[in-house]
């Protein structure tokens, strides 16, 4: 399995804090089933100061560390990139990396937002071929008040991906009861860990295929855990991505 989103790198962000914390969340993922993850530090947060070349010098240095202890867990630079007005200009003067070497960006919606001010978002992010995944809208405080926003913004190729933690109900009602829903209306692209640590948020996301599976069938289970995320990892910017869009 694959897992776009993780804050597994250490001393980055609010991740794991040191070297062993981090290898012992891969260990967990490996155990779960995942055999690789695409390192998503909080990016442009205004709280970490993270770097594409700290991201992928962490990538490097923990792949290597990863090897040595023979742990089979790929490990692939990333980044959750806090939306905000800077985004395309950042975008365009090279200052935000995607997932993996594809065209796809996991973005996460600031608490409050405007929808007229995303849609425009996403409507230049399309004009540069940019693929946006929008993390975690379940737990989105706007989203959450206003859910029909979500059926909006997929027109808009908005991808989505949810928590696994919410669609197993561990975050809440609201939040299981929009992650449900948006499964049944195959509104769903990824499910992810959003892993922080052994005790928040493990990076394990088999134990989510079974929820997925009970609300929306083998289809969504194929769709969300196969189909879209081996797009990403398959896809780069530069051999054809838009070929080979999730849509
Ligand atoms: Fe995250």
């Known amino acids: 399995m694959i897992d776009i989103h993780c804050h597994i790198l250490p001393g980055l962000d609010d991740g794991p804090s040191n070297m062993k914390r981090a290898v012992d969340m891969a260990l967990c ?98 004009q540069r071929e940019v693929m946006p995944v929008i993390a975690h809208p379940e737990r989105n405080r706007t989203i959450m008040r206003h859910p029909e926003m979500i059926t909006e913004l997929i027109f808009e190729k908005a991808l989505f991906q949810i928590t696994g933690k919410s669609i197993t109900g561990e975050n809440g009602k609201l939040s299981f009861r929009i992650a449900r829903d948006m499964v049944k209306e195959g509104q769903v692209h990824f499910v992810a860990s959003d892993g922080h640590s052994l005790r928040h948020r493990p990076p394990c996301i088999s134990d989510t295929v079974k929820a997925v599976k009970k609300v929306g069938g083998e289809k969504a289970v194929r769709t969300i855990f196969e189909e879209n995320p081996a797009k990403i990892v398959g896809s780069s910017a530069r051999d054809g991505a838009m070929s080979k869009r999730v849509g």
């Open 29 to 126: 993922a490996v155990r779960s089933g995942t055999s690789r993850i695409i390192a998503t530090p909080h990016f442009k947060n205004g709280v970490f100061k993270v770097s594409p070349e700290m991201v992928t010098a962490s990538v490097e240095m923990f792949t290597r560390e990863l090897k040595e202890k023979r742990i089979a867990l790929d490990v692939l630079p990333g980044a959750e990139i806090r939306i905000s007005p800077e985004i395309c200009r950042q975008l365009d003067q090279g200052e935000l990396l995607p997932l993996g070497a594809s065209s796809y960006y996991l973005f996460e919606l600031p608490d409050i937002f405007i929808k007229d001010g995303i849609i425009k978002l996403l409507r230049q992010l399309q």
